[in-house]
């Protein structure tokens, strides 16, 4: 996929959480679209230290060359209403 791609998925209104999945099996899920900074050709994903938080305590690296599909996690959140 490609940043534009990615970005467009994160700007969705309502934002709708995302599941990205990656060439080796590894899945993210992102809950608020904060939680991922994006560059041309990686994307930094906030690891949340308590799930539903918002709050990253750490963050891993992903390339976007990595990144096989994205699909909608589930449905739109009540705090982007």
């Known amino acids: 996929m490609n940043a534009e ?3 467009k998925e994160l700007r969705r209104q309502p934002f709708v959480p995302l599941r990205f999945y990656l060439s080796d099996g590894k899945t ?3 809950k608020h679209p ?3 900074f994006l560059t041309r050709s990686w ?3 906030g690891v949340e230290s308590k799930l539903g938080s918002g709050v990253a305590e750490d963050h891993d690296l992903v390339s976007l060359m990595h ?3 994205v699909e909608l996690a ?3 959140s009540a ?3």
């Open 79 to 81: 705090a982007a209403s």
């Open 74 to 76: 589930g449905k739109p």
């Open 34 to 36: 904060e939680m991922v």
């Open 43 to 45: 994307m930094y994903v």
């Open 67 to 69: 990144v096989v599909r």
């Open 5 to 7: 791609e990615i970005r």
């Open 28 to 30: 993210y899920e992102v």
